[in-house]
C-alpha cells in the first residue's frame, strides 16, 4: 500500500500529527520534498517534537524514514536535528533512516542568497522563511546543485564547489557581498558531511524492493497544495511540488502508483507569509482565533495569519491532491464560537464562484460569508455518537461543500485526541 499524507490548504494543517497517529499501519515514512522550511509537530508519548527535515515517523521505533530525491537538505540543520532527537533517547541509525544520493544540499550560500533578496525586495518580499530553500532549488534546476553522493567523494567535491562558486560568486557580488570562500564551504561540507554520510544510500533501490515486499509506505508532505509550485498561488508558494500526485517521484519510486490520498484540512484557515490570502480576519476576531488555536509558525515563530474555512481553496486543494478522504484538524480550537463563519464562495469582479482563481483574479477575490452553528466543546469526543449536533452539521457542510468525505476529525494536539468516522 503506498498513501500519501499531504496538506489541503496553505500548510501548517497538522499533517505531522496525523502521520504520527497513522503511521503505526505503516513500514515505512518518506518526506518527497521541501527542506527544514516545514515545522511538523508532534505530541505524543515521548513528548512534543517539532520536525523540520526528518519525517515524522522517527518516532516510532517500528518504522524505516527515507529522506527523498526531491528534498533539498541542509546538512548542519540535519544534524542538530538528529542530536536532540538522540538527546532525547530517539534511536536515530542508518538502520531506520535512509537519506536519497540524490537529494540536494541546502549551503551557507543558499541561505545567505535567500537573505539578501528578501530584503532588497523589502516591501514587495514573498514572505521567505529564509532558510535557502527557493535559491537551493533554483540551482538544482540550473544543475549547479551538490548532491548527497558527492558528499560520499571528498575527491571530487572540491573541484565541484570551485566551479559552482566561480559562477555563484558572480552572482553574490551583484548583491555587493564579499565572495564566498571555497575553504569555508569545504569545512562545513567536510564538517557536518561526516555525520550524515552514514545515512546516505540508493533509496529507490530500498523503496522498490519494499514496495515489490508488500510493504506499506507512507508519504509525509510538507505545506499544502495552495503552496505548490505550480498549482499554488504562485509567486507565493513554496519551490517544490507539494502534490500527493508527485510524492512517489519525490520519494524515489517514480514508477509506482499511489493507492490512497489523504488529505488533512484545518477547521478554519491559516497562513503564514505573504500573498493573497482571501479569509484573511483582523482586529480582536482575528486576535482570538489565534489565540485559539496557537497559530505561530512551528519553523520559524511568525504569527500565522488566520481567517474562516474557505470552501473554494479547500474544494481546490481537495481537487489537485486527489483526495481518497479527508482528516479534518483542530476542530476543538473553534469551540469559543457561537456563530462559525465559513466563506462559502468568492466574489470577483461582480459574480460570485466557488471556483478558486489564479493570479491577478485571486487578489480581486473578497469572501462570501455565512454562518453555521457554533457546537461548544468537543475537546473530550472520541466517537461520532459523542460528537454535539452542531459539531456533525460543520462536518458533513464541509464534506458536501468540498465534495470528499472526512474520515478523521482531530479534536486536540495530542495523539489519542481524535475521532474516527464511519
Ligand atoms: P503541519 O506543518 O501540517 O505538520 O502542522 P504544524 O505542526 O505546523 O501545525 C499544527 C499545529 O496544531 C501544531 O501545533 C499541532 O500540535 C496542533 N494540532 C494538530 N492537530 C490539532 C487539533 O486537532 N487540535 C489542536 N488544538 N491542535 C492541533
Ligand atoms: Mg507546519
Keep these: 500500500m503506498l498513501t500519501a499524507i499531504v496538506g489541503i490548504n496553505w500548510g501548517d494543517e497538522g499533517k505531522g500529527r496525523m502521520v504520527d497517529l497513522l503511521s503505526s499501519d505503516y513500514d515505512v515514512i518518506c518526506r518527497y520534498q521541501g527542506g527544514n522550511n516545514a515545522g511538523h509537530t508532534v505530541i505524543n508519548d515521548k513528548g512534543k517534537f517539532i520536525l523540520n527535515l526528518l519525517p515524522s515517523g522517527i518516532l516510532r521505533e517500528t518504522t524505516v524514514n527515507v529522506m527523498g530525491n526531491g528534498m533539498v537538505i541542509d546538512l548542519e540543520h540535519l544534524a542538530g536535528e538528529i542530536k536532540s532527537l538522540t538527546d532525547r533517547g530517539i534511536n536515530i541509525t542508518p538502520d531506520n533512516l535512509k537519506i536519497s544520493e540524490k537529494a540536494i544540499v541546502c549551503l551557507p550560500y543558499h541561505k545567505l542568497l535567500d537573505i539578501l533578496e528578501e530584503e532588497r525586495l523589502a516591501d514587495k518580499k514573498f514572505g521567505s522563511t529564509r532558510r535557502g530553500i527557493a535559491p537551493v532549488y533554483s540551482d538544482k534546476y540550473m544543475k549547479k546543485g551538490i548532491r548527497m553522493e558527492d558528499i560520499l567523494r571528498p575527491d571530487i567535491l572540491r573541484s565541484k564547489v570551485r566551479d559552482i562558486l566561480e559562477w555563484k560568486n558572480i552572482v553574490v557580488s551583484g548583491y555587493g557581498h564579499a565572495p564566498i570562500q571555497e575553504e569555508d564551504i569545504m569545512e562545513w561540507l567536510t564538517k557536518y558531511g561526516e555525520i550524515i554520510?552514514?545515512?546516505?544510500?540508493?533509496?529507490?533501490?530500498?523503496?522498490?524492493?519494499?514496495?515489490?515486499?508488500?510493504?506499506?509506505?507512507?508519504?509525509?508532505?510538507?505545506?499544502?497544495?495552495?503552496?505548490?509550485?505550480?498549482?499554488?498561488?504562485?509567486?507565493?508558494?513554496?519551490?517544490?511540488?507539494?502534490?500527493?500526485?508527485?510524492?512517489?517521484?519525490?520519494?524515489?519510486?517514480?514508477?509506482?502508483?499511489?493507492?490512497?490520498?489523504?488529505?488533512?484540512?484545518?477547521?478554519?484557515?491559516?497562513?503564514?507569509?505573504?500573498?493573497?490570502?482571501?479569509?484573511?480576519?483582523?482586529?480582536?476576531?482575528?486576535?482570538?482565533?489565534?489565540?485559539?488555536?496557537?497559530?505561530?509558525?512551528?519553523?520559524?515563530?511568525?504569527?500565522?495569519?488566520?481567517?474562516?474555512?474557505?470552501?473554494?481553496?479547500?474544494?481546490?486543494?481537495?481537487s489537485v491532491q486527489g483526495s481518497d478522504y479527508i482528516a479534518l484538524t483542530k476542530m476543538d480550537v473553534l469551540s469559543y464560537l457561537d456563530k462559525i463563519p465559513v466563506c462559502t464562495a468568492y466574489e470577483i469582479d461582480g459574480e460570485k464562484t466557488d471556483k478558486f482563481p489564479s493570479g491577478d483574479r485571486l487578489k480581486r477575490a473578497k469572501p462570501v460569508v455565512e454562518y453555521l452553528d457554533g457546537f461548544g466543546d468537543v475537546s473530550s469526543c472520541r466517537s461520532a455518537e459523542e460528537l454535539p449536533e452542531a459539531a456533525k452539521k460543520y462536518i458533513e457542510f464541509i464534506e458536501r461543500a468540498v465534495g470528499c468525505p472526512v474520515k478523521y476529525v482531530s479534536v486536540g494536539a495530542e495523539r489519542d485526541a481524535y475521532i474516527e468516522l464511519k
Excluded: H, N
Design 197 to 318: 554520510a552514514p545515512y546516505v544510500t540508493d533509496v529507490s533501490d530500498y523503496l522498490a524492493s519494499a514496495a515489490d515486499a508488500g510493504k506499506d509506505i507512507m508519504f509525509e508532505a510538507q505545506l499544502g497544495a495552495l503552496r505548490d509550485i505550480d498549482f499554488g498561488i504562485y509567486p507565493y508558494t513554496s519551490s517544490s511540488q507539494t502534490l500527493a500526485s508527485f510524492a512517489p517521484i519525490g520519494a524515489g519510486i517514480p514508477g509506482y502508483k499511489l493507492d490512497l490520498s489523504i488529505g488533512i484540512m484545518k477547521a478554519y484557515s491559516t497562513c503564514v507569509g505573504e500573498g493573497p490570502f482571501t479569509v484573511e480576519m483582523f482586529g480582536d476576531e482575528a486576535e482570538e482565533l489565534r489565540a485559539a488555536g496557537g497559530e505561530y509558525g512551528a519553523a520559524t515563530g511568525r504569527p500565522r495569519r488566520v481567517g474562516p474555512f474557505d470552501v473554494p481553496a479547500s474544494k481546490y486543494g481537495v
